[in-house]
């Protein structure tokens, strides 16, 4: 016995104790320290049970069975509803019926993009590789989202629309403006329709009040169209690739009458590409916008926030599934819902803007704005 072992002696330090005090019924049966193991060990079992569930000896959080399924399922809704069907597209003024995307069908997803989906499931439906090889299937993802789809640089030629003007003239007369400006509203229009229709078929939107909902999108309806101008964004051509298929430069939505709203819209859309999101995160993100309890008028405050909270855990877990070491990812995007509400502001005095100058407010953009 040495100095070191006699701290670690049980009947050294039990004298050491009775010498400074302790008295004897302190000392624990041999009863109740089973008693106090067998408490410990069940307090341990409760708290794993309770804890996020873990795959593989990494840590990575996994999606349950039910939220893979809602993901699959928001996928796939908004693929069928991302751009206008051809019938809608022809009705736009200034929109020739040819110049559709080839391999388009509204029942199906588009040839554009299918080979990112088709990761998105894997990760959706728990695939057990490792880290590595999650990694390399990134890596070749995000290749393939830096290369142009092939329809952006060789469609075939288009002949040119009555609101584009002529080429190398400059600034566009009044009537191509006000042309324009007809074109980007109505394809405005039929982006809103699609976003209520989108809501209506978010697991657990419908559940809510019927005054909640209508509160819901008109609160929300610009800010998710920007997030879709984000999805459709081309950071090659700093161009938004809208449901026919164009590129759509800053230049062209300035003399289209966006004004002061068109410069930050670009910007936020090519804010959000640097974070690279694939397609699940940004349908997503539409979501938890959509479900924001904060908005003015909402009365039950509290339901809406736990269906929104239900998102936010889905993407909080597929995140981590993805890209487990960025830490600061999931803070990165949910930043961008401040930036949408002062575009969403911005917007709004681009109405009133629009308003002074007598310009045509169509009465469903007004209804969804709250503007009159």
């Given at each position: ?157 288009q002949p040119p629309q009555p609101w584009q003007g002529e080429k190398g003239k400059g600034q566009l ?200």
């Open positions: 016995m040495d100095m070191y072992m006699r701290r670690k002696c049980q009947e050294c330090r039990l004298r050491k104790c009775r010498e400074v005090g302790m008295l004897p019924e302190c000392l624990l049966t041999e009863e109740q320290c089973k008693s106090k193991r067998q408490r410990k060990l069940l307090k341990k079992q409760q708290q794993q049970e309770m804890s996020p569930q873990q795959s593989d000896e990494d840590g990575t959080p996994n999606l349950t069975d039910e939220q893979r399924d809602i993901i699959e399922l928001l996928i796939n809704v908004h693929k069928e509803l991302e751009i206008p069907g051809p019938e809608d597209m022809n009705r736009v003024t200034g929109t020739s019926e040819v110049g559709y995307p080839r391999g388009y069908s509204r029942n199906r997803v588009p040839k554009k993009g299918t080979q990112e989906i088709g990761y998105q499931r894997r990760v959706l439906r728990g695939s057990r590789g490792s880290i590595c090889k999650q990694r390399r299937q990134q890596q070749r993802q995000q290749q393939l989202v830096k290369k142009p789809p092939p329809h952006h640089h060789h469609h075939q030629p007369d009044p009537e191509a403006q006000q042309l324009r400006y007809a074109h980007i509203t109505e394809l405005a229009i039929l982006t809103i329709q699609l976003i209520v229709e989108f809501s209506k078929r978010i697991p657990g939107f419908l559940e809510l009040d019927r005054e909640d909902q209508i509160v819901l999108l008109k609160g929300s309806a610009v800010e998710v169209m920007l997030i879709r101008v984000a999805l459709r964004y081309n950071k090659e051509l700093d161009a938004i690739m809208f449901g026919n298929e164009e590129p759509y430069t800053r230049k062209q939505l300035l003399e289209g009458g966006m004004g002061s709203l068109v410069q930050p819209m670009y910007d936020f859309a090519a804010s959000m590409a640097e974070l690279q999101l694939d397609y699940a995160e940004f349908v997503l993100l539409m979501t938890i916008t959509l479900l924001s309890s904060d908005r003015p008028l909402v009365q039950n405050r509290t339901k809406v926030e736990a269906l929104q909270e239900r998102y936010l855990d889905m993407l909080r877990s597929y995140l981590k599934l993805r890209r487990p070491k960025e830490h600061l990812l999931l803070p990165k995007v949910l930043m961008k819902l401040t930036e949408l509400r002062t575009l969403n502001n911005s917007h709004s005095e681009l109405l009133f803007h629009l308003k002074l100058q007598d310009q045509n407010i169509p009465p469903l953009i007004k209804e969804i704005c709250d503007f009159h």
